[in-house]
């Protein structure tokens, strides 16, 4: 995925759909004039674009697994079950988040990227620069909790969703005539019984407080 780094969200979700048309050669043949134009307009905004392909190693993977995870949880079916949070209300919650930590990835990329572009001639640049990189690595630890919170979530919901697998197929052997096991089967759980869905939840609620934060910081 690539985000667009502008604070203007009508901006952001115009480039985003002309990347994926574009991405996919997907344009339709009535937009198939105006594809120069709109190959202009993203190499306008070239700069503008948070392309994990395009940082350093180091903070692009970092962005990958945010990515990755966020995407996870919104494609989970457990939305549609009725047993997670509205997917309208999670996807807001997480693509802000999403979006912040791209932009601190941007913004780490780019300051790791000159320290090691600048030349280590002696003891004293070579300590001067580990201790930019240090620096650095430490103000990253809060873009690091925020993707490990996120990945945390993916993999509780995944978990979550085994666990309902599990709890339908069972009732299947037990020949209970239900419409829809996976819905019987999430009604009879509680937080107790079905502690991984407890800690998906939670977690999701953390991430909203963590945005909060964030923007009150801000």
Not at 205 to 216: C, V
């Amino acid at each position: 995925m690539i985000l667009f780094a502008s604070d203007n969200p009508a901006a952001a979700i115009v480039v985003f759909v002309l990347v994926v048309m574009t991405s996919k050669g997907g344009i339709s043949s009535w937009l198939s004039h105006r594809k120069d134009s709109l190959q202009r307009l993203l190499l306008e905004n070239e700069n503008n674009l948070v392309d994990p392909a395009r940082l350093h190693a180091h903070e692009g993977a970092l962005l990958v697994r945010a990515q990755r995870a966020v995407t996870r949880i919104l494609r989970s079916p457990l939305h549609e079950r009725g047993v997670l949070n509205d997917r309208a209300q999670e996807e807001v919650v997480l693509n802000d988040v999403e979006w912040s930590i791209a932009r601190q990835a941007l913004s780490q990329s780019e300051r790791r990227r000159r320290i090691e572009a600048i030349p280590v001639s002696g003891e004293r640049s070579r300590q001067d620069a580990e201790h930019a990189l240090v620096t650095l690595d430490k103000e990253q630890e809060e873009t690091l909790r925020q993707v490990d919170t996120i990945v945390r979530m993916a993999e509780q919901v995944i978990e979550a969703e085994r666990e309902l697998v599990d709890r339908a197929n069972a009732l299947r052997l037990e020949n209970l005539r239900v419409e829809d096991p996976w819905i019987h089967a999430a009604s009879r759980v509680d937080s107790e019984s079905l502690n991984s869905l407890s800690r998906a939840r939670d977690t999701g609620q953390r991430i909203a407080e963590l945005i909060a934060s964030a923007k009150k910081s801000s």
